[in-house]
């Protein structure tokens, strides 16, 4: 059992939201006091510990107190109650290139840079190199950063805080620096440094990256700590939490919605009755692991058409990447409506080929021509979680599976 | 070996490298894209040397001093003794009291002692300070003023002016960013002071005069003499006067003055920084 890097016991951290803010003596004088606030807990009673050599995370929606947190563990800011430990040489990447001085030479400024963040010129002078090549910037080092881009601002500011060597390493927002080749290079000096036993706190929104990175996450909630494990469950957790702060969000819009409409007149009733997903025993879900089989559901009232219906279907991730439209291929008769002139479609999956993510279904209801469209239906959101197959990212599951073999001959 | 770092690390080694770094960055950025560079640390005083001979001593006829021993007796070089720590200390509160403010970047997202940036200000002002008694130095020898074996006492007297001016800054600075229009409060003050200091008058011309002005019934003239002598920017520009104009060692009072006053500041600045400091990355 190692022991804790990272102690945070009973940290809370309040601060003042100004009603009227006193900048200045005159307004404090007349006032007779320094201002009215009302206190606001960022961080209350939060408590938890970091093994020496693990990567934990720290999520949770905006406000919920997290940067706070981390701030508190770099010091910038002094909690009002409890007290953060750490064992060994702290390195926080809040900001990139902090305190560069714009007048200054790429050179000039990785000395003072690192200073700042605590190294020493023969430290510097060992690493300068190292640095200057991660960064991409030998031909320019000796060139005033204001005349850089805010790329090359970046990735110089990022390469000089990733070569402190730091013990404990603080991580806030900025994993998604420059072009992919650098990305690619950050993430690998993180996985070096996470062999190395450098313990690493990361405050991402990204949560697909919290997953990998990550052996555990702190979920925070309005400064509280709700939950602390295993990054995969802890992050599940967290998109049911927001899944249903969504839910009731979006029930309360429609039944203000609903209020809205003059009650004399009926409103109008959706040609749709029913657009949901099934999971493999039938019930109702909004949720799908990888690779499982998933039925989506669609029941419309065909005898108010009137005429034969195309059904289409697509797929969004929420990012707005489009992963699939399809449609039925041709116009269900009128002759398949039941007894109260409803018609149901499945479309049935058998293995969903789509990777850990929020997706949302779309459907439109066309002609046989797809030239008119009689209703598209409110668009239904789906999670999906990880499957058994875990070393992979993107958006599509292949199905595929390696096999290996001695020789090709 | 891992060593538990406790906050706040107050017993941490002060990070002399990033003090020095800070200073660094601060000499370059004022002359970097200059064409003459640190030229204009020459430059400067001697245009303000000008300025002020012309005025005090050709418009309105001040007499200055004569030198004791020295018998120097030149205002240019009276003035010069006595503005060049002036300067010093106007510069280094002035932009001490901008130090955190211009670095609120900085102060928002990364630790390190905030001192330094106070303190950065100061010597890099002590630099250019520094480089202005060179020049004068050269120039008394030049009209003969052999100055050569006072300046380890120089040094001593700018080693108690700067603790003096260090805890000035770290009074004022994190005040300023607490409340931002201490800026101009700090400007008002500081000329204030200037005038309330002689330095470009002599304060012979207030000794034995018929001049009143009376404050409350009371004529406050004869009283300026013996005020003035709690001024502690007072005892050190005497000071600096003594070793170079006049060539001789300040008296007992004016070094107990100078350590005391160099004390009190010091204890008093470093006091209030400590407690403001915590909140400086909130306050920004």
Not at chain 1, 122 to 134: C, G, M, Q, T, W
Not at chain 2, 10 to 33: D, Q, Y
Not at chain 2, 95 to 109: F, P, R
Not at chain 2, 232 to 253: C, I, K, M, N, T
């Amino acid at each position: 059992m190692s022991r804790p890097a990272v102690v945070v016991d009973d940290v809370a951290k309040k601060f003042k939201l100004f009603h009227e803010r006193h900048d200045s003596l005159k307004s404090t004088i007349l006032s007779g006091r320094r201002a009215r606030y009302e206190e606001f807990w960022a961080l209350d009673g939060v408590s938890f510990e970091v093994r020496e050599g693990s990567t934990i995370g720290l999520i949770g929606e905006n406000g919920s107190g997290k940067s706070t947190l981390l701030k508190c563990m770099a010091r910038i800011l002094l909690p009002d109650r409890g007290r953060i430990t750490i064992s060994g040489k702290v390195s926080a990447l809040l900001e990139l290139g902090a305190g560069f001085h714009p007048d200054l030479s790429g050179r000039e400024n990785v000395y003072l840079n690192a200073s700042i963040l605590g190294m020493s010129k023969k430290e510097v002078d060992l690493r300068f190199d190292d640095i200057v090549s991660f960064a991409g910037l030998e031909r320019f080092i000796d060139t005033p950063v204001k005349n850089y881009s805010s790329g090359m601002y970046v990735r110089l500011g990022f390469s000089v805080a990733i070569n402190v060597e730091p013990e404990v390493l603080l991580v806030d927002e900025i994993l998604a620096v420059g072009d992919e080749e650098f990305q690619e290079r950050s993430a690998e000096k993180f996985a070096e440094l996470k062999r190395s036993g450098c313990t690493i706190v990361v405050v991402s929104h990204s949560l697909d990256q919290m997953r990998s990175i990550c052996e555990e996450v702190v979920l925070l909630e309005h400064g509280k700590l709700v939950a602390i494990g295993k990054s995969g469950e802890i992050v599940d957790k967290y998109l049911g939490h927001v899944r249903d702060d969504r839910r009731a969000r979006e029930a309360e819009e429609r039944a203000r919605y609903r209020a809205l409409v003059p009650t004399d007149e009926p409103a109008e009733i959706p040609l749709v009755s029913c657009f949901e997903l099934l999971d493999d025993e039938g019930h109702p879900t909004s949720t799908a692991r990888s690779n499982d089989p998933l039925t989506v559901r669609v029941t419309y009232d065909a005898r108010r058409i009137g005429e034969p219906v195309r059904v289409a279907l697509s797929i969004y991730r929420t990012d707005g990447a489009h992963v699939v439209s399809l449609n039925t291929g041709y116009g269900i008769a009128m002759g398949e409506a039941g007894e109260d002139g409803s018609v149901t479609v499945d479309y049935r999956i058998p293995s969903l080929p789509l990777q850990t993510g929020v997706y949302e279904w779309s459907l439109a209801l066309h002609d046989t021509d797809m030239l008119h469209i009689f209703e598209r239906a409110e668009r239904l959101r789906f999670d999906v979680t990880p499957g058994d197959f875990h070393d992979q990212r993107g958006l599509v599951d292949l199905g595929g599976e390696f096999v290996t073999r001695g020789s090709v001959s | 070996m891992k060593t538990r770092s406790e906050r706040p690390s107050l017993a941490k080694r002060f990070p002399s490298e990033l003090l020095w770094n800070l200073t660094l960055r601060e000499l370059r950025g004022k002359f970097k894209r200059s064409t003459l560079g640190w030229g204009w640390s020459i430059i400067n005083p001697v245009v303000f040397l000008l300025i002020y001979s012309f005025v005090f001593s050709i418009v309105l006829r001040a007499v200055p001093p004569v030198g004791d021993p020295s018998g120097l007796h030149n205002y240019a070089f009276w003035l010069v003794c006595g503005l060049l720590p002036w300067t010093f200390l106007s510069n280094s509160v002035i932009g001490s009291a901008a130090s955190l403010t211009a670095n609120q970047d900085l102060v928002k997202k990364v630790y390190f002692p905030r001192s330094v940036l106070p303190t950065s200000a100061v010597l890099s002002w002590l630099v250019s300070f520094l480089i202005e008694l060179g020049v004068l130095a050269v120039a008394l020898l030049i009209v003969g003023n052999m100055v050569l074996p006072w300046l380890p006492l120089v040094l001593v007297i700018t080693a108690l002016l700067t603790a003096f001016v260090l805890g000035l800054a770290l009074l004022i600075s994190p005040l300023q960013a607490y409340f931002r229009d201490m800026e101009h409060l700090t400007t008002i003050l500081l000329q204030v002071w200037f005038w309330a200091t002689p330095i470009v008058w002599p304060v012979t011309l207030l000794e034995g005069t018929d001049r009143t002005f009376t404050v409350l019934g009371y004529n406050i003239i004869p009283a300026i003499p013996n005020l003035i002598r709690f001024n502690p920017v007072f005892q050190f520009v005497e000071a600096y006067r003594d070793v170079l104009y006049d060539l001789r060692v300040p008296s007992l009072g004016r070094w107990l003055g100078m350590l005391i006053s160099a004390t009190i500041s010091i204890l008093i600045g470093g006091l209030v920084f400590r407690r403001l400091e915590p909140r400086l990355a909130e306050e920004l």
